[in-house]
């Protein structure tokens, strides 16, 4: 699938926190790619790694990739695939997306899920979550549904690879050593490393950084930099959809 480009006059911007002022900025990825705005591959210990929120801390349940929408047109994100440095040798782990449309500003997050009870509407391979998940601002939530501990990120060099369905490479964001060549795909960025907690997008437009950077909590899945329409005369057309701060409605804390 060859990505179209975007509307003509036509931006996703985020709101930056700059003495007020709305800066616009041109996405990354062209239409009909997602975006790769969080990953979570080291889960910090204690109560503060339970990102899924189902009561338990899990070194590889509750890791999680999310994604936005950055484009101001609906994608139908059935077939794209999520999937890992391991290929497809055992202990790849891989997401294929049922059909569903994603909105524009829309969140999407997948949890490896191993052994987890993810409260809410989760969805999965075979079918999409019913509603959004308010216990993650609002996010379309999934699960991997991993069913062993080698199906996992790796802490110390890995990537995560975003597929369009006629299978073309989309988006790699890498971390550390790898024991492989990287695919070529349309966007191919660096996430710096972290030993707890993880790694976002500043911005739409913005470079990988430790969460920890400009949070408090390790990680805040669902939550992305607030997404706004423009008109095709540059007016802004729509309230912010997401927000990465304030309160995570439903829960104590951060993600």
Known sequence: MVPEAEEPGVKAVVKKRVVGVVK??????AYPSLLITEILYAV?????????ADGTRHATGDEFIELVNPHQRAINIGGYKLADNAGTKPGQLLIVFPEMRLGPGEVVVVFNGLESNIGGPVGDSTRGPRARNDNFHGAWVFSMKASSSRTSLANAGDHVLLLAASGEPMQVVHWGKLGQSLPKAGLVEEAPMTSGGSVERESIGGRFVPHDRHHD???SPGKFAAVMKVDAGGEESAKPVQTKGGQKPGRKGGG
């Open 24 to 29: 616009p900025e041109r996405s990354p990825v």
């Open 44 to 52: 910090p210990g204690g109560d503060v790694g339970d990102a899924n």
């Open 217 to 219: 909590e390790p990680s």
